[in-house]
């Protein structure tokens, strides 16, 4: 791995946009969540080079360029931890995110990965968050195979949902995917008692709608929390009119403070997760890509001000 730029605050988040063996330019983060890096560190890896879905508020999908490789994906991994401890993370939690560039169901690699590092490292806590596409059975099939025989208690499994009106999901997640009974079924075959309940997400915009009851009627408390994380403010949001709806003052929604409160009265584990709001200005959040807003000079107030000189970028904007 060449590692062509680092971005950001080693205390709370970095970005590194590197080039592959294979020439695959790409980014990946290193975060620190809690500030101690003893309990907790997160790395959050690319599984495509670009991603072929083009979710409205992501911008990660403004290209694709395929898949990246089993050593492709390692390379985003082994870098940062020698790079911070030369072999061993030594953190109590060491969690991985498949979610910065790619929908990661999209690469058998990545379920490749996910095996070999539950081998490597014994605090690895894999995280995978997926807008389940219809057409990938077989990965769904094995990643429910591997978390069994592998991680019966320590896999968080995500899916991207952000609202509960379908036809709107359609428009935010443009391609065909499973609806929420195929959703809710996976899920509950995938939760073990005494392991993670599985994750709803919600990137909650003030335009998209959220109905408490329909999550009831797919989702069972049992087995499903809710997680609420705010619209970040990136180059798509902006293209596409896609305005927050989380208070960042008080954590609290604006719009949609009684689908929360509704959904806590029914039982659910509310999450609402906004994290350190300097990641915003370094491009760490989710939904963030450097490479899209540096190729596009794109002028926001609230996001990627750590990128301060595009011109420093001659080999990544040409």
């Known amino acids: 791995m060449e590692i062509l730029r680092e971005i950001g605050d080693e205390s709370i988040a970095k970005v590194y946009i590197g080039k592959t063996y294979k020439g695959n330019i790409i980014e990946f983060v290193e975060s620190t969540p809690t500030g101690d890096i003893g309990e907790k560190w997160v790395l959050i890896v690319s599984s495509l080079n670009g991603c072929p879905v083009g979710c409205k508020m992501c911008d990660a999908g403004f290209f694709y360029k395929g898949k990246l490789d089993f050593k492709e994906i390692m390379e985003q991994i082994e870098y940062p931890i020698k790079k911070r401890f030369e072999e061993k993370p030594k953190t109590k939690k060491f969690k991985i995110q498949f979610a910065r560039m790619g929908e990661p169901s999209f690469n058998p690699a990545v379920l490749d990965v996910i095996e070999n590092l539950g081998d490597k490292y014994d605090n690895f806590f894999p995280s995978l968050s997926t807008i389940a596409p219809v057409g ?32 709107q999901r359609d428009e935010i997640i443009p391609i065909r995917k499973w609806d929420f009974k195929r959703i809710s079924d996976y899920g509950r075959k995938f939760y073990d008692e005494g392991s993670l309940k599985i994750t709803l997400n919600f990137a909650l915009a003030k335009e998209n709608e959220a109905d408490p009851e329909i999550i009831m009627n797919f989702f069972s408390p049992e087995y499903f929390l809710i997680k609420i994380t705010p619209g970040n403010p990136t180059v798509s949001a902006k293209i596409n009119h896609i305005s927050n709806d989380i208070d960042l003052r008080n954590g609290l929604p604006v719009k949609h403070r009684k689908f929360v409160d509704t959904l806590k009265r029914m039982g659910y584990d509310v999450i609402i997760s906004i994290g350190d709001t300097k990641e915003n200005l370094i491009g760490s959040n989710c939904g963030m890509f450097i490479l899209r807003f540096i190729k596009e000079r794109a002028e926001l107030r609230d996001s990627y001000t750590f990128v301060k000189d595009i011109s420093q970028f001659p080999e990544i904007i040409e």
Do not use: G
């Open 136 to 167: 990938v059975d077989s990965f769904f099939e094995r990643l429910l195979k591997i978390k069994k025989e592998k991680y019966p208690e320590k896999f968080q499994l995500q899916f991207s949902i952000h609202t509960t009106n379908t036809k």
